[in-house]
């Protein structure tokens, strides 16, 4: 069974920085599409970011709440994609979830429904 364990959480001041690391195991990330989402309390859960498959085509997303400010990247040698999280708000405090799909998929979206493995999510708070 694949296993994704999100780490790199925890409280950071408003204009600060995280870095937040999603490790797989028991498959090859860089194979398939990695999503990061995050859900704040009593909202829905939504997508931030994602990068395809590693291949000629692959591509990069960024949702329209993020963009400029978080960065996505892959370590394939060590199986691990990162989201690094700049120009922090209080309104990016929620729980972040990293995500793979079950099939190679070049061309990502954020749409949740393409998932089908999940990690158990990190949090993040931006507060002073």
């Known amino acids: 069974q694949a296993q994704l364990v999100e780490s790199g959480g925890g409280l950071v001041q408003p204009g600060g920085s995280l870095r937040l690391s999603c490790a797989a195991s028991?498959?090859?990330?860089?194979?398939?599409?990695i999503g990061w989402f995050r859900q704040a309390p009593g909202k829905e859960r939504e997508g931030i970011s994602c990068?395809?498959?590693?291949?000629?085509?692959?591509?990069?997303v960024y949702g329209d709440s993020v963009k400029g400010r978080f960065t996505i990247f892959r370590d394939n040698a060590d199986n691990k994609v990162y989201l690094e999280m700049n120009s922090l708000r209080p309104e990016d405090t929620a729980i972040y979830y990293c995500?793979?799909?079950?099939?190679?998929?070049?061309?990502?979206?954020?749409?949740?429904?393409?998932?089908?493995?999940w990690g158990q999510g990190t949090q993040v708070t931006v507060s002073s």
């Open positions: 028991r498959f090859t990330a860089a194979y398939y599409a």
């Open positions: 995500a793979s799909t079950r099939q190679f998929t070049p061309l990502c979206t954020v749409d949740i429904s393409i998932y089908q493995y």
């Open positions: 990068i395809g498959s590693t291949s000629r085509d692959g591509n990069i």
